[in-house]
């Protein structure tokens, strides 16, 4: 297939199958009384997908065969498609197939299951959009209609006062940051006359007052979605209230989208001095110890997660930081890897938790929270989801040989290359953080283990086939990337290396 | 004929393939999970013993794993091997051991794989050559005995126990970590032969962050000071796992760190004092512990620390040759005395040593082999107990080492023969307790008994291939190469050896000679009670982790789940970032 | 454009995001928050417009400002909808009591 037309369809075939997928399943759900027969719109939504996915390898091959970025224009928007667009495209997707099987069961008995279909296959087009934008505005664009749709997923339960708080939490949080982002723009294109981030990067030669107050605009505005501390007051509530399919999609990619996302933008202005590298540091201390606190004491298994989380993005922002300000490519790498490897980790995680909630609570109908209590010998009744849960979670404490020490110590030893006494200091508090993450992470996995299980447990219902693929594939992801992390170096490598050209002075 | 690299892959591969084996076995085939990991374990221990006489120095085996994680290398040179042979074979012990200790127990599953899968990383700990690889075993090694320690997860103790180690050595590993990090940020490789034959090549400051780093890393998982709390609390893991994990083969990897390294870091400032000091105040410390406390597995943990302690003070004191004999040493026979603990503990159902008494008459067995034991780690000649801490002592009056520290030393070793025969006294002579029920020992504890023993009576006259391999093998620490008479020789007619062997006597007479000595006993009171508060260091734990938490706690109360006030953190963090990047410009 | 024209626009932007930003900050019914955000908005749109003509390309600052509308509709019905469900299930609109997740 031609190169563009591929990367046309990428674009806009997820957001045509949304509008096929919420209208087939809205005639279906109508018209047919029959209970028990399956939404069409799963189906549907499961091939919408894979079918972006061929678009996308069609892209993909493209342009390893050339080795060059893709750059294609509708009208005066440019986008571009180098190794991040490779790497978001590639993961949202992953993950969005992936959590699509996992809610056949998990709401698959809801009213409205097809809105929840429609509305996450649009933000994973929202996000492959997100990925190659090249415009300050057009980033923007799909950055919101990324938020919306999630939004209205987290209050994907109307009936619950708690969802809903969630959803109206985040709508407000949100939205504020994005008018903050959209006044960033407005003053960088007042200062400059264009939104194209390659010329902008051009354009400027010194930093002017606009600029730094635009891109600190910008830097709080992304922010709210990255969940920098503390700005991340909606995160917990909106991670823990979602159905936990999309709780693992919010953790494993939105947040990192806006970390993309504020990266693409802070590129455009990079050479208005170095200091933007600095800040992400700063937030990225704030983040992993405030993070690791807030999830110590945590009793709600998905706001626990949902806490860690805010101290996995403080690793990131750690790796980035060091990107930009320190021409740390290497540390970009592994910020990256570790964007990767969370994404699977955290999602694995969540999912795991969701099993739990679904089999206990939800499909009795009850909309009780998941707390630590509930988990007591889980591993006696539901063995492969416990043992699931406890690889995931001991990645996510950094503990070999799983993909999160892999990813950690790509990241640290990149810091640590700089040379740089402050980043050598920041090495050793970024592992403590992560031992201090042991201190939760570690009692959850004994829970599990205990002989005497919980009344919960044991009343408990099977686990269901849909629930297992995804599992099945991320725990294997996740021991597979520790043993052998060197098999996705052609992925993190461009993508650090596209971030760097940016930034590199 | 045999070659090294097959031999090198099947002793770390076997038992991890034996892991998952018995994993996917399950737990309802319990006597099938007995044999295979009896088997498994014991394929490893042959093939790390085919080793030894297919040894050569350099890389036998690399793996390029691309740009951050370098070349995963693996040497066979004599302080790996050694180590290696040591991880499997009282491994495959322990294993046979289990199978009478362990019968019944639910979840042996777990308990198989995760010894299974411990094996293997400590023999890949000891045997590769790049420092991340090193690392990434190095924390295997720690989340196996996490795991174990925590195998009964319904006791909140062992819970506690296993987290505690799981906690204190992470905090350790960090030192290893930097010191990696380090590495590869000045050369960009991580290979360890490399770096102590050309320490030169990094800054002074630098080598000397990762000397002590590598220092703090040591001494958390050795249990030395002042990270020892960690292994009198492990105790709660069944006692197999004691006697392999935590007295013969991991707790051992903190002195192997420091003794490979030792050459690269001998000339770091004060870096060779520390590490006595380091070993010296473990020893000591671990020894007044062990002369107050009743739990039997306890007494025995802080004998750990404290011949650990004195392995550390042996590196220290230049000596390597001398603390890796004594670790060797060390291994059989603590192994032993734990796996003998172990029985009696299994047929009399408690650990406390002021319940137990008498037990000779109705344990033979036990009592025989425990005797060994502890004339070994009493160092009473002809044990290898002996001949090994003879070494040391001497080594510390070598190289012109503090002479108060050696003084010191020698007193722990007074001490280490009144706690031995306090410990002995407590369990298998003086009263008979009432109303005990005595289980009798079974055939496979025995059949994993007698070895050790005979090893803690025979070991010793391995030193010449011992010390000949290391010399071979290792042309940067300069070991020298002695055999059995050179060692009897040294041994025997130095006068340090007197002067130990009449300081330890010293120590078993002061303990028939007790009702005489009560004065002193009185003066000693106050040293006994801060030894049983653990000198305070309980405390400091405690103390950090109730800050932490309690921070945790606090910092929640910010979290009001109010919109009015999320908005306005939004607002503050604008305001403060406007002014950084103001100031900053 | 000249310079007063310019301050006054830009004196205005800064009065609507201020108002806006305030209204977020201390009112507590549900709708006048949502209100508040629209003013944000408001001064959002005012802004593109704006540089769009100071920069000379006034009809890309106009395309902009209609995109932001499109989209602040958007998050208006989705807040909206949120609002009437929250009062269905909640009873009230007082967001001081829709604060059960905290911690």
């Known amino acids: ?505 | ?585 | 454009m000249n310079i007063s024209t310019s301050m006054i626009v830009l004196t205005a932007v800064m009065g609507l995001f201020g108002i806006g930003l305030y209204c977020l900050l201390i009112t507590r019914n549900l709708i006048r928050v949502l209100v508040g955000l629209q003013i944000m908005v408001k001064g959002a749109m005012l802004v593109l417009v704006f540089v769009g003509q100071s920069q000379g390309q006034p009809s890309l600052g106009q395309s902009m400002a209609l995109t932001v509308i499109v989209a602040d509709t958007i998050v208006a019905v989705v807040g909206l909808a949120l609002a009437v469900q929250v009062k269905r299930s909640i009873g009230t609109l007082d967001i001081a009591d829709i604060s059960k997740l905290k911690r």
């Not at chain 2, 630098?206 to 890393?217: H, K, T």
């Not at chain 2, 004092?273 to 009743?294: D, T």
């Not at chain 2, 040493?329 to 603990?341: E, G, P, Q, T």
């Open chain 2, 1 to 585: 004929m045999l070659q090294i690299e097959p031999l090198v892959i099947i002793t770390i591969l076997v038992p991890w393939i034996g892991a998952l084996v018995v994993w996917l076995i399950g737990d309802r085939h319990e006597k099938i999970q007995h044999v295979c990991a009896v088997v498994f374990s014991t394929t490893a221990a042959i093939s790390s013993i085919a080793m030894l006489w297919v040894y050569r120095s350099g890389t036998v085996l690399s793996f390029s794993m691309g740009s951050s994680y370098g070349n995963f290398s693996f040497v066979t040179d004599g302080l790996g091997l050694f180590l290696a042979t040591v991880a499997t074979v009282i491994g495959a012990l322990t294993i046979i051991f289990s199978v009478d200790y362990m019968r019944g127990s639910a979840q042996l599953g777990r308990y198989y794989s995760f010894v299974l899968f411990f094996i293997g990383a400590m023999v890949g700990l000891v045997l590769t050559s790049n420092l991340l690889l090193m690392f990434i075993f190095w924390e295997i090694t720690a989340l196996c005995s996490y795991a174990l320690i925590s195998f009964y997860n319904d006791d909140p103790k062992a819970v506690s126990g296993g987290i505690k180690a799981l906690i204190i050595t992470q905090v350790g590993g960090l030192g290893l970590l930097l010191a990696a990090a380090l590495m590869y940020a000045y050369t960009g490789s991580f290979d360890i032969n490399i770096f102590i034959s050309n320490p030169s090549l990094f800054p002074s400051n630098i080598l000397g962050v990762m000397a002590f780093g590598m220092l703090i890393a040591a001494a958390a998982k050795s249990a030395q000071f002042p990270f020892q709390t960690w292994l009198p609390d492990a105790m709660e893991a069944p006692s197999p796992i004691s006697a392999l994990i935590h007295a013969a083969t991991m707790v051992n990897a903190g002195v192997y760190l420091l003794a490979r390294f030792y050459p690269a870091f001998k000339d770091v400032p004060g870096w060779t004092l520390s590490v006595m000091i380091v070993g010296m105040l473990s020893a000591l410390m671990a020894a007044l512990m062990a002369l107050v406390a009743n739990d039997l597995k306890r007494v025995l943990a802080y004998s750990t620390v404290s011949q650990l302690g004195y392995m550390v003070y042996a590196v220290g004191a230049g000596g390597i040759l001398a603390s890796q004999f004594h670790l060797f040493s060390h291994s059989v026979f603590k192994a032993l005395l734990f796996l003998a603990a172990g029985a009696v503990i299994h047929s009399v159902g408690t650990r406390d040593m002021r319940e137990m008494g008498g037990l000779g008459k109705e344990l033979p067995f036990a009592r025989t082999v425990f005797i060994i034991g502890s004339l070994a780690l009493a160092g009473i000649p002809i044990l290898n107990g002996f001949w090994s801490k003879e070494l040391i002592l001497e080594a510390g009056l070598e190289h012109g080492n503090p002479i108060w520290i050696y003084v010191v030393m020698l007193i722990v070793a007074g001490l280490t023969a009144l706690y031995t025969i306090r410990c002995v006294w407590m369990v298998f002579y003086g009263e008979k307790k009432q109303g005990q029920h005595i289980h009798p020992i079974g055939r496979n504890m025995k059949i994993a008994l007698t070895p050790l023993a005979i090893g803690a009576l025979t070991t010793w006259i391995l030193i010449g291939p011992f010390s000949k391999m290391m010399s071979l093998s290792l042309p940067v620490h300069f070991i020298q190469e002695i055999d059995l008479g050179q060692l009897f020789n040294h041994v025997v007619f130095a006068p340090a050896t007197w002067i130990a062997l009449a300081v330890i006597a010293l120590g078993i007479m002061t303990w028939f000679g007790k009702p005489a000595l009560s004065g002193i006993q009185e003066i000693l009171k106050p040293i006994a009670g801060i030894a049983q508060e653990s000198f305070g260091f309980e405390r400091i734990n405690k103390f950090i982790v109730d800050a932490t938490q309690g921070m945790g706690e606090n910092l929640r109360t910010t979290q009001t789940g109010k919109l009015n006030w999320n908005v306005f953190y939004i607002l503050v963090a604008l305001v403060v970032v406007f002014a950084v990047l103001m100031i900053g410009a």
């Open chain 1, 1 to 505: 297939m031609d190169v563009n037309t591929a990367f046309s369809w990428l674009l806009i075939f997820p957001m045509i199958s949304s509008a096929v997928i919420y209208l087939v399943g809205r005639t279906f759900s109508r018209s047919v009384k029959i209970e028990n027969r399956t939404n069409p719109a799963r189906w549907l939504a499961l091939l919408a997908l894979l079918v972006t996915g061929v678009f996308l390898y069609f892209v993909i091959k493209n342009v390893f065969s050339t080795g060059q970025t893709h750059y294609q224009n509708f009208g005066e928007v440019w986008f571009r498609f180098d190794g991040i667009s490779l790497l978001l495209s590639l993961l949202v997707l992953v993950l969005g197939i992936l959590v699509t099987i996992y809610s056949f069961t998990y709401v698959g008995k809801e009213p409205g299951e097809e809105k929840f279909y429609a509305l996450l296959v649009i933000m994973i087009g929202a996000i492959n959009g997100l990925g190659c934008a090249l415009d300050l505005f057009n980033l923007w664009v799909w950055f919101e209609v990324m938020t919306i749709s999630s939004i209205v997923l987290v209050a994907f339960y109307k009936d619950q006062a708690a969802s809903l708080e969630a959803g109206v939490k985040y709508l407000i949080q949100s939205a504020t940051g994005s008018v903050m982002v959209v006044l960033g723009i407005a003053l960088i294109f007042l200062e400059t006359g264009t939104l194209n981030i390659e010329t902008l990067r051009m354009s400027i030669s010194s930093p002017t007052p606009f600029l730094i107050i635009g891109g600190a605009l910008m830097v709080i505005g992304f922010g709210v979605k990255i969940a920098m501390v503390p700005l991340h007051t909606w995160l917990p509530d909106a991670h823990s209230q979602a159905p936990s399919g999309i709780s693992a999609m919010l953790s494993g990619v939105v947040i990192e989208v806006g970390l993309i996302a504020l990266l693409r933008a802070l590129g455009g202005i990079a050479l208005s001095g170095g200091r933007w590298g600095y800040l992400l540091i700063g937030f990225g201390v704030l983040n992993m110890i405030v993070g690791n606190l807030l999830a110590l004491r945590q009793k709600e298994v998905k706001r626990m997660l949902a806490y860690s989380s805010l101290s996995h993005v403080g690793y990131m922002l750690l790796g980035f930081g060091v990107l930009i300000s320190l021409n740390g490519l290497m540390a970009g790498v592994g910020a990256i890897f570790h964007l990767i490897t969370h994404g699977l980790m955290k999602s694995l995680a969540f999912l795991a938790a969701g099993v739990f909630l679904y089999n206990f609570h939800i499909s009795k109908g009850s909309h009780k929270p998941l707390i630590l209590d509930d988990l007591n010998g889980a591993s006696r009744k539901y063995p492969f989801t416990a043992f699931a849960f406890s690889i995931a979670l001991l990645s996510l404490g950094g503990l070999p040989p799983l993909a999160g020490f892999m990813s950690k110590w790509q990241l640290l030893a990149g810091v640590a290359q700089t040379q740089n006494t402050i980043m050598i200091v920041l090495v050793v508090f970024a592992g403590l953080m992560s031992v201090l993450s042991l201190g939760y992470y570690a009692p959850l996995v004994n829970r599990m283990y205990r002989k005497e299980p919980a009344a919960i447990v044991m009343e408990g219902e099977p686990v269901s086939i849909w629930m297992y693929i995804p599992m099945v594939i991320l725990t294997l992801a996740v021991v597979v990337l520790g043993f052998v992390p060197s098999i996705l170096y052609w992925l993190t490598g461009p993508a650090g290396y596209s971030l760097f050209i940016f930034f590199g002075q």
